[in-house]
């Protein structure tokens, strides 16, 4: 069955805007977007994920075969960025005029982006002079959808001895976060690991001189563009 193709955003309910948003993520790790992967992401249950699946795939904003992963059209990628676009710039808004610490941005954004209109969000970027990155420094999307590639490493995967800098950090885990704020560990810090100690699940690395021991689990959740 399939249903008249959305027009706006303002088309789709806050579930799908969640469902294209949690499947784009996803593909963006380069990973194929599983029906588990999203129940996982989402916090839902199986029956849940099948029944939002084939709601997008009615609209005609992903494609899923049985067995498949699932991948967003064209007009599916479209919506995707655009509410990826309006988190991250509600995120910024809120670091930066509100004062909001970056491990509250996220869950705020999330309850926001779903009723503010594309007007006060172009009005937001304009205020802010057009932010590229967000707090947490993963990159904006402009208003066409362009989305500038980073090219970045997880500090997990960064060997001893290379140096660099961090370009983002998940905000998936608010303790994480405030970890990484207490040691100083965020967008635009430079790096060097100095040690890797696999069995023990430890990576040291050099911050402004100072070393520090970052778990895999923390290391894993820090970005960084690993320099030539």
């Not at 380069?30 to 129940?39: E, F």
């Not at 090219?151 to 960064?158: A, N, Q």
């Not at 040690?195 to 023990?200: G, K, Y």
Request: aromatic residues 4%.
């Amino acid at each position: 069955m399939t249903v008249d193709p959305p027009r706006a955003l303002a088309d789709l309910t806050p579930t799908i805007q969640a469902y294209l948003m949690a499947v784009h993520a996803l593909g963006a790790g380069g990973d194929p977007v599983t029906s588990s992967a999203l129940a996982e992401r989402l916090g839902a249950s199986p029956s849940s994920v099948s029944e939002g699946v084939r709601k997008l795939v009615a609209m005609g904003l992903a494609e899923h075969r049985p067995y498949a992963p699932v991948v967003l059209t064209e007009a599916g990628r479209s919506f995707a960025v655009a509410m990826v676009r309006r988190h991250r710039i509600i995120e910024t808004f809120l670091a930066r005029c509100l004062d909001y610490p970056w491990d509250e941005v996220h869950a705020e954004a999330d309850a926001l982006e779903h009723v503010v209109s594309d007007r006060f969000v172009d009005a937001l970027d304009v205020f802010l002079d057009h932010p590229h990155r967000d707090p947490h420094g993963d990159p904006i999307p402009t208003r066409d959808g362009h989305l500038d590639p980073l090219g970045d490493t997880p500090l997990d995967r960064v060997e001893e001895g290379s140096t660099g800098v961090v370009t983002r950090v998940s905000d998936r885990d608010n303790a994480v976060l405030r970890h990484l704020a207490e040691i100083g560990l965020r967008p635009d810090s430079p790096v060097e690991v100095v040690s890797r100690q696999v069995e023990l699940g430890i990576i040291s690395v050099s911050l402004s001189g100072r070393v520090v021991q970052v778990g895999t689990p923390v290391a894993a959740a820090v970005r960084v563009r690993v320099d030539d």
